[in-house]
């Protein structure tokens, strides 16, 4: 099994921003994918970004410039640094890892952006 806890959430002024944390721990295989996904009410859950093992990042076009992902590999964490959040950025996040053709998530975190 496989435990992911997010922390880092909160409210935000537009413009500001807000840096998420994840860590992993559990029965983790060598190499797996880590990701933030995101869901705003009444909205399906979309993929924020994304980096594999190897350092590959990929974004969705809603964030690209604004938001990073990283990963600290000893760690088993990965973060979501997010600059020049906008109203429509508000929403529960969720981390993801990809271990062994499996998905597991965390129990999601709370961002909020006020206009």
């Known amino acids: 099994q496989v435990q992911l806890v997010e922390s880092g959430g909160g409210l935000v002024q537009a413009g500001g921003s807000l840096r998420l944390s994840c860590a992993a721990s559990?029965?983790?295989?060598?190499?797996?994918?880590m990701a933030w996904y995101r869901q705003a009410p009444g909205k399906q859950r979309e993929l924020v970004a994304r980096?594999?093992?190897?350092?590959?990042?990929n974004y969705a076009d809603s964030v690209k410039g604004r938001f990073t992902i990283s990963r600290d590999y000893a760690k088993n964490m990965v973060f979501l640094q997010m600059n020049s959040l906008k109203p429509e950025d508000t929403a529960v996040y969720y981390c993801?890892?990809?271990?062994?053709?499996?998905?597991?998530w965390g129990q999601g975190t709370q961002v909020t952006v006020s206009s």
């Open positions: 993801n890892l990809l271990s062994g053709g499996s998905p597991y």
């Open positions: 559990g029965s983790l295989s060598i190499l797996y994918t």
């Open positions: 980096i594999s093992s190897f350092g590959s990042e």
